[in-house]
Each structure stands twice: as C-alpha cells, then as structure tokens.
C-alpha cells in the first residue's frame, strides 16, 4: 500500500524568507503523480504544484517548486520569498496512475510572521 | 468559470440519522472523488464516481454510499451515523480523459451529536 508521510508538524518562517516543507512516500509503482495543496483557514483544499514521477525535470509554479528525488521517494516544497498569505495547512498527496485517488499525508502547519 | 460547490455548508445530525451532501464538479469535469478530513489529519478517500458508477473505494464501511447524476453532480449518503463520522466532507472533481488534477470544493462540515 502507498503511504505518504511529512514528519514537520509545525513550521514558521520570517517573511520574504525561503521555506522546505519535506515529505516522503512509499510506492512499488512506477506511474504515479506527487501534489502539494494548500488548505488554509477558510479549508478550501488548493493544488499548488504537481509533478508526474515520469519527468526528471522539478517542476516550478512561481514562488513555489520542488525537489523531487524519485529514487529516495522525496518530494520537499520549497516556497520563496514566503508571503503572509501563504500561512496554510499544506498536504503532500501521492496519486497512483492518472485517474486514482489521492493519498494524503498528514499535514505541514506553516505560519509566516511579519 | 463556476468552481466546484457543494451543499450545505455545515450540518448538524444526532447520532443514527441519515445525512446527505451534495457536490457539483467544475464546468467541463466528469469524475467525481469524496474525502473525510478528520480534525487535524489529512483527507482520506471514500469513493470516486465516473459515469454514474461506482469506479473506486476507499476503506469505508457500507453505511457511505454514494451517486452521480447524468449532469455529473454527485451526493454523499451516510446512514446511521456514528459520532466518529463528525468531519469535513471534500468533494473533487476531475476530468476523466484530460489533466488528472483534481479541484476541491469547500466541503461540509458535518458535527454528530
């Protein structure tokens, strides 16, 4: 069974400073899609960047991208320049082919503070 | 662009009774995911439904059931309820043939009594 598992709780960060939120998964598959999405206070779940294991390129949306590292089954979110906005719960989900479910982690709580 | 809705925005059930939540997926989307997010945990995955079936399961027991309706909008049934059942309701959509992201709706919040 696939497993997804981000081991930081909590985090904060000063703001306009970078942030890497970690997770990591467990899979035997080899087609498969990694997500990071964004829930904050008002719970609306919010897809912030995704990546097809396929692809050895890290992808890059803005402010936000990632280190994928498929043979360590790695995929950290780092957030530059970290905005007020950006205080959120963020997940790591893990999809296995291009139509499954999404198995979620547990949750990285990040406050920036000004 | 109508995002993804769902219906009620917070319920309040007493123990054994029978709920109902209703999604309508984003325009141009034809699959439709329902997750329980539990205080504190992340999302977990009940069932997903294309084509007015059942397509998927998650570890949930019998008393979750679901439908789709042929303009893809889809509800959530639980019966019997349990205390434990109390959490937020996500529903996704997707589209089946296109990118496989899926879009969240703002969820119920169900509270059993």
């Known amino acids: 069974a696939q497993t997804v598992t981000q081991s930081q709780p909590e985090m904060s960060v000063q703001e306009a400073e970078t942030v890497t939120l970690s997770c990591t998964y467990d899979?035997?598959?080899?087609?498969?899609?990694l997500f990071w999405y964004k829930q904050p206070p008002s719970r609306q779940m919010i897809l912030v960047i995704r990546q097809e294991a396929y692809k050895q390129q890290n992808a890059t949306e803005n402010r936000f991208s990632v280190n994928f590292q498929k043979a360590a089954k790695s995929f950290s979110l780092k957030i530059s320049d970290s905005q007020l906005g950006d205080t959120a719960m963020y997940f790591c989900?893990?999809?296995?082919?291009?139509?499954?479910?999404?198995?979620f982690g547990k949750g990285t709580k990040l406050s920036v503070k000004p | 662009d109508a995002g993804v809705t769902q219906s009620p925005t917070h319920l309040i059930k007493t123990r054994g009774q029978q709920v109902t939540l209703r999604c309508s997926p984003k325009?141009?989307?034809?699959?439709v995911s329902w997750y329980q997010q539990a205080l504190g945990q992340g999302p977990q995955f009940i069932f997903q439904?294309?084509?007015?079936?059942?397509?998927q399961r998650g570890n949930f027991p019998d008393r979750f059931s679901g439908h789709q309706f042929p303009n893809y909008s889809s509800e959530l049934n639980v019966n019997a309820l349990l205390l434990g059942d109390s959490a937020l309701y996500l529903c996704?959509?997707?589209?089946?043939?296109?990118?496989?992201?899926?879009?969240f709706g703002p969820g119920t919040r169900l509270t059993v009594t």
């Open positions: 996704a959509s997707s589209f089946d043939r296109g990118a496989y992201e899926q879009y």
């Open positions: 325009s141009g989307h034809d699959t």
């Open positions: 899979t035997s598959e080899n087609n498969y899609y």
């Open positions: 989900a893990f999809m296995w082919g291009s139509q499954g479910n999404l198995i």
């Open positions: 439904y294309y084509e007015e079936e059942e397509r």
